[in-house]
């Protein structure tokens, strides 16, 4: 149980943002939100992850709710590398296992 | 970021035949380790966690003497799949973290055909 939801696909087109959502409404107060991709026939791939408070990487934006019970992750300028699977991951505290779910698979139109 | 090394990228067996893959974090010391498995068109499934010198903790429905685990060192570890049959072909992926980061890192996979 991933215990997260995200939509099955998305498409957006080069050199656009990206806004991925991700719902995790069951989330307790010490769960940290991570985020990976993976490329085809490739091991997943860290992109970011938070606990309350906005992220930002060189990678991506993380937009957590005030709430905590969603997020989105940003890609600010799509390009056709962006192209994979996005995993959003809750993890407990002091845990580090990783359940992944299907995750949204995002299709970049050149 | 960290680099997890994973080797061989591909391979074929056949049946019947044992296969090691090996996971090495390259410039971090790696106290727990996990593997996963991908079939086609699936996500990633944890078969197992191992911590550095201690026995692995394996899922529900993953056979330990099936599939051999060992971390003797921060920086090693191995997945053995004993006896291989063709339904145990499959993308095989292992994942670090070390005591700093609560991120892990992933080796590239290693892709199992048995014939």
């Not at chain 1, 934006?61 to 192209?83: C, F, N, Q, V, Y």
């Not at chain 2, 090996?22 to 727990?32: G, H, K």
């Not at chain 2, 429905?61 to 499959?90: R, W």
Request: net charge neutral; glycine share 6%; with cysteine.
């Amino acid at each position: 149980d991933a215990k997260t939801t995200q939509p099955n696909s998305m498409e957006s087109n080069e050199e656009e943002p990206v806004h991925l959502p991700c719902n995790h409404s069951t989330i307790s107060g010490t769960d940290y939100i991570h985020w990976y991709r993976q490329l085809p026939s490739q091991g997943p791939e860290y992109v970011i992850h938070g606990l309350t408070s906005n992220v930002n990487n060189r990678m991506a934006s993380l937009a957590i709710a005030e709430d905590r019970k969603s997020s989105t992750l940003i890609l600010h300028r799509a390009t056709l590398r962006d192209a994979a699977v996005y995993y959003c991951i809750r993890t407990g505290a002091g845990s580090y296992q990783l359940t992944f779910g299907k995750g949204t698979k995002l299709s970049v139109i050149p | 970021g960290a680099v997890v090394s994973q080797h061989p990228s591909r391979v074929i067996c056949k049946s019947g035949t044992s296969v090691k893959i090996e996971c090495r974090s390259l410039d971090f010391q790696a106290t727990t380790m996990f593997w996963y498995r991908q079939f086609p068109k699936q996500s990633l499934m944890l078969m197992a966690t191992s911590n550095e010198g201690s026995k692995a903790t394996y899922e529900q429905g993953v056979e330990k003497d099936k599939f051999l685990i060992n971390h003797a060192s921060l920086t090693l570890s191995t997945l053995t799949v004993t006896s291989a049959h063709p339904e145990d072909s499959s993308f095989y992926i292992c994942s670090a973290r070390d005591k700093e980061n609560t991120e892990a890192f992933f080796g590239q996979g290693t892709r199992l055909t048995v014939v």
